[in-house]
C-alpha cells in the first residue's frame, strides 16, 4: 500500500476484555516495529519483527501483551485481559530492513479502557 | 530512554521566530540522528536526519546541527509558521540494529 495502515483507528473497551490491535506495513518493509505512547509523552519501544521473527520481546509491559507477525506482512498486538493503565495511543511502523534510516509510522491506534 | 535527553518540553515562539530543539545522547555508537515530527492524531513522520560525517545539514527551513564531541544535535526550523507546530522527537540510532531511542518530544507553538 501507500503506507502504514492501522486499524481500528480507535478503540474502546472495558476493563478485563482482549483487544487485537492491526499493522499493514508498506510492502517490501521486513522491519516492523510497535511503540506506545501516553498522553502527552514520547515513544514507548514494545517490540520488533525482521521478517515474521521477533528477536526483541524486551519491551512488552507485561506477559498480557504479545504480538505476531504473518508472511513477513500484517503484524497483530493484542492485549489481554486490559487493564486501564494501557490506555494509549499504539502505533506501527515499518522500515525497509533494520536500522537502514528512516521509520514510516502508522496512524496509531487509540485504545481507550473504560 | 535515558540514552537520549531532548530539551526543551515544550516551546512557544512568535511567527518568524527560529526555535531551537536540542538532543543530547550517551551513545558514542550512534550514527543516524533523524526528528521526526508528529502533529496531532498522526503518526511520526521523518523530517530531517544527518550522518556523523558532516555538522550542518539543511533541507528548506529546517536545520540540523551536530556536535560529535558534546554528542548532542539540535533542530532549527527558520522562519517559523503556524503550520509548524506540532511535537518534535529525537530518535538516534545505530546503523545496522533496531533501536531507535526516541526523546521524550518537544511540544512546539508557533503563534500567529
Request: with cysteine; hydrophobic share 30%; net charge neutral.
Amino acid at each position: 500500500g501507500a503506507g502504514v495502515s492501522q486499524s481500528p483507528s480507535n478503540k474502546v473497551t472495558e476493563k478485563g476484555k482482549d483487544v487485537e490491535l492491526r499493522c499493514d506495513p508498506i510492502s517490501g518493509h521486513t522491519a516492523l516495529y510497535w511503540y506506545r505512547q501516553s498522553l502527552g509523552q514520547g515513544l514507548e519501544f514494545l517490540i520488533y519483527f525482521q521478517g515474521n521473527s521477533a528477536p526483541d520481546k524486551s519491551g512488552l509491559p507485561s506477559d498480557r501483551f504479545s504480538a505476531e507477525r504473518t508472511g513477513e506482512s500484517v503484524s497483530t498486538l493484542t492485549i489481554q485481559r486490559t487493564q486501564q493503565e494501557d490506555s494509549a495511543v499504539y502505533l506501527c511502523a515499518s522500515s525497509l530492513a533494520e536500522g537502514l534510516g528512516e521509520q514510516f509510522f502508522g496512524p496509531g491506534t487509540r485504545l481507550t479502557v473504560l | 530512554q535515558q540514552q537520549v535527553k531532548q530539551s526543551p518540553q515544550s516551546l512557544i515562539v512568535q511567527k518568524g521566530g527560529i526555535p531551537i530543539i536540542n538532543c543530547a545522547y550517551e551513545n558514542t555508537a550512534f550514527d543516524y540522528f533523524p526528528w521526526y515530527q508528529q502533529f496531532p492524531g498522526k503518526g511520526p513522520a521523518l523530517l530531517i536526519a544527518i550522518r556523523p560525517d558532516v555538522s550542518e545539514k539543511k533541507e528548506g527551513r529546517f536545520t540540523i546541527s551536530f556536535n560529535k564531541s558534546a554528542k548532542q544535535f539540535s533542530l532549527h526550523i527558520m522562519d517559523s509558521q503556524p503550520g509548524d507546530s506540532a511535537t518534535y522527537f529525537c530518535a538516534p540510532t545505530e546503523t545496522g540494529t533496531y533501536k531507535y531511542i526516541f526523546g521524550t518530544g518537544t511540544r512546539l507553538k508557533v503563534l500567529a
